[in-house]
């Protein structure tokens, strides 16, 4: 009996979602007369996944963020599903082939093989240049990195951290805290701050999704913990100085600092090197139909969803949105169904939730400021982790979005 693959690409937030989303609300809906069944493979170049939203927290100490709660095996969630229906493949897609329809996938052990695909979804997100905030290859190389920094986190009286958005404020936060603790209730700054913890904005304000006085709040917050904030200069380069274990951090206007530790928290990177020129915008995200997430230049029943795609400005809630467009076309790609297709629109409100250390936090909600308990006790607390198991058993898809 003919066998058609959906091919995966990607296990995470996006990937995970599509995987369980066609196991358990397309494929069994698609007509059983013909003779050709269908089956989903799902390729990722870590067995686990990690909830990286936990990672400033995670960079700091095991202690305050357990691996347990940012680190869930990926083959147990689809250990219920129908055996000839799914397959895992630890690796990395290296190539793409649009006219043969084909993926090169080199595997954990360095070997390559080739995956003919039906469908194709492209889920591989994008990386950090600070290898423990993202899941860069496999679980033990992102463990390594924690372990390397938490080791030397410590012993640390100076660290830069690089980039203004939620990520470098989280981070520094995380920092500041660790090291410099807290003030007392009404205090400003850390009576005997331990380490000069550093955040270089390359813009003139934080946070660029919020409005400029919440900004201002997270630096309040931030100088709570100890961080100062440097505004309106970028880093363009970060280098291994002849002193033991300092790094020199050169600025665009020509000054050079150094520090114990540097953290490049300067936005992401998509993962689409396997792509041809062709399928990639020009900062390498992948090109789609921003309404339908068909990436039709790739030919027919090739979709892009979550971070990669050039249709978002990425966030794990946009996929609320994303995630049932993509699935919804894929099922009508795959069925020949008529009617028009489901399409995207952006929910491009002023929408961020910023902890900034472990008790405080700045954000906006649908446009309206939220106060800082409110950020503590939606993300502060546990950065959403306890939200990570419903991702990987797909308890979060158990209902198909009509
Ligand atoms: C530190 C940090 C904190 C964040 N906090 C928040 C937050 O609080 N709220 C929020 O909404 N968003 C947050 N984000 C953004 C959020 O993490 C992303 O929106 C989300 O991860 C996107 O999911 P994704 O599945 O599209 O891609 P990713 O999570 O980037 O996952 C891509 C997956 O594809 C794999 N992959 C990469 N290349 C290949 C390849 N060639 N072949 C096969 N697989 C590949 C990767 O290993 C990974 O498993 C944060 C991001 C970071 C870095």
Request: one cysteine or more; hydrophobic letters at 40%.
């Amino acid at each position: 009996m003919p066998q058609e693959t959906i091919l995966i690409l990607g296990a995470s937030f996006a990937g995970l979602g599509a995987a369980h989303y066609i196991l358990k609300h397309i494929l069994p809906a698609l007509p059983k007369s013909g003779d050709t069944t269908y089956t989903v493979t799902l390729v990722n170049p870590s067995t686990d996944f990690y909830w990286r939203i936990a990672g400033p927290r995670a960079t700091v100490s095991k202690a305050l963020m357990p691996p347990a709660k940012y680190l869930y095996p990926i083959a147990p969630g689809f250990a219920s599903y129908p055996k000839d229906s799914f397959t895992f493949i630890q690796g990395t897609a290296t190539a793409l082939s649009t006219s043969s329809r084909t993926a090169t996938i080199t595997l954990a052990d360095g070997s390559t093989t080739s995956i003919p695909y039906h469908a194709l979804i492209i889920a591989t997100g994008t990386n950090t240049p600070a290898p423990q905030l993202s899941q860069h290859t496999t679980t033990a190389a992102l463990t390594a990195a924690l372990d390397d920094f938490q080791a030397a986190l410590p012993k640390a009286t100076s660290v830069i951290v690089a980039g203004g958005g939620p990520v470098g404020v989280e981070t520094a936060g995380e920092i500041g805290e660790f090291l410099n603790g807290t003030p007392g209730f009404f205090g400003t700054k850390p009576a005997h701050p331990k380490a000069k913890v550093t955040l270089i904005s390359g813009d003139k304000k934080l946070l660029p999704v919020l409005r400029p006085a919440i900004a201002l709040t997270a630096e309040k917050y931030l100088a709570r913990v100890g961080v100062d904030v440097v505004y309106d200069v970028r880093v363009t380069s970060a280098a291994a100085e002849a002193k033991a274990g300092q790094t020199a951090v050169t600025l665009a206007d020509g000054s050079v600092r150094s520090a114990d530790l540097y953290v490049d928290a300067t936005g992401v990177r998509p993962n689409t090197a396997f792509l041809s020129s062709d399928l990639v915008n020009e900062r390498g995200f992948v090109v789609c139909d921003p309404a339908t997430l068909r990436v039709d230049a790739a030919g027919p029943r090739v979709y892009v969803v979550g971070d990669a795609g050039s249709y978002t400005r990425g966030g794990v809630m946009d996929l609320d949105n994303a995630l049932p467009v993509v699935m919804t076309n894929l099922k009508k790609d795959l069925t020949g169904g008529s009617g028009p297709d489901r399409t995207y629109t952006p929910n491009n409100s002023e929408q961020q939730i910023v902890p900034v250390g472990r008790g405080k936090g700045v954000g906006a909600f649908g446009g309206w400021r939220v106060p800082s308990w409110f950020v503590w006790m939606i993300k502060g607390r546990d950065y959403l982790s306890s939200m990570a198991p419903d991702i990987v058993s797909g308890k979060k898809w158990a209902k198909e979005s009509k």
